[in-house]
């Protein structure tokens, strides 16, 4: 991440340092605050794969679960632009399980950008969630669950392009 380190341990733990920086991006319960010591997690454990970006971050268990903490979720009403009194009332404080990717198939890789989440399934389909500009719509999409790219044939790997989303629903 841009203000924070994570670090994945040999026993699956996952230890975060740095600052929360407003969002929760250590994953401790907390908005805001430095930690400048590497604490566990609370809870994260078997963990395998793991990608952060400015302000969110993205897991993987051992049991092909993901997990995600930082600013997303965040409904339309969690940031008052330009009051800087009035604080961010969206996102995760702590890490919660991403629904909508179906059970039983293995994760190869998970992403974020800006906002959009990506995981890639070993069957090579692509699920994504989160805040994007998704172009066959036309306008800025909030999914709350995972939702397969109908559109994107079996991939290897891929990267996300930034806001842009994967095609149509």
């Given at each position: 991440?841009?203000?924070?380190?994570?670090?994945?341990?040999?026993?699956?733990?996952?230890?975060?340092?740095?600052?929360?920086?407003?969002?929760?991006?250590?994953?401790?319960?907390?908005?805001?605050?430095?930690?400048?010591?590497?604490?566990?997690?609370?809870?994260?454990?078997?963990?395998?794969?793991?990608?952060?970006?400015?302000?969110?971050?993205?897991?993987?268990?051992?049991?092909?679960?993901?997990?995600?903490?930082?600013?997303?979720?965040?409904?339309?009403?969690?940031?008052?632009?330009?009051?800087?009194?009035?604080?961010?009332?969206?996102?995760?404080?702590?890490?919660?399980?991403?629904?909508?990717?179906?059970?039983g198939i293995a994760v190869r890789k998970?992403?974020?950008?800006?906002?959009?989440?990506?995981?890639?399934?070993?069957?090579?389909?692509?699920?994504?969630?989160?805040?994007?500009?998704?172009?066959?719509?036309?306008?800025?999409?909030?999914?709350?669950?995972?939702?397969?790219?109908?559109?994107?044939?079996?991939?290897?790997?891929?990267?996300?392009?930034?806001?842009?989303?994967?095609?149509?629903?």
């Amino acid at each position: 991440g841009q203000y924070h380190a994570l670090a994945i341990r040999a026993d699956g733990t996952v230890w975060s340092w740095g600052s929360n920086g407003g969002f929760g991006l250590l994953g401790n319960g907390l908005g805001d605050g430095m930690v400048t010591t590497p604490a566990a997690i609370e809870g994260l454990e078997q963990i395998v794969q793991i990608s952060a970006r400015d302000n969110d971050v993205v897991v993987v268990r051992n049991d092909n679960t993901v997990w995600h903490w930082g600013s997303f979720p965040a409904d339309a009403n969690a940031l008052v632009p330009g009051d800087v009194t009035n604080p961010y009332r969206g996102g995760s404080l702590a890490p919660v399980q991403v629904g909508g990717l179906p059970a039983g198939i293995a994760v190869r890789k998970v992403l974020t950008e800006q906002g959009l989440f990506v995981a890639l399934l070993a069957n090579g389909h692509v699920y994504h969630w989160g805040v994007h500009f998704d172009l066959s719509a036309d306008e800025v999409l909030r999914d709350l669950s995972a939702r397969r790219v109908m559109s994107l044939p079996p991939v290897r790997d891929l990267m996300p392009g930034g806001f842009i989303g994967y095609g149509q629903r």
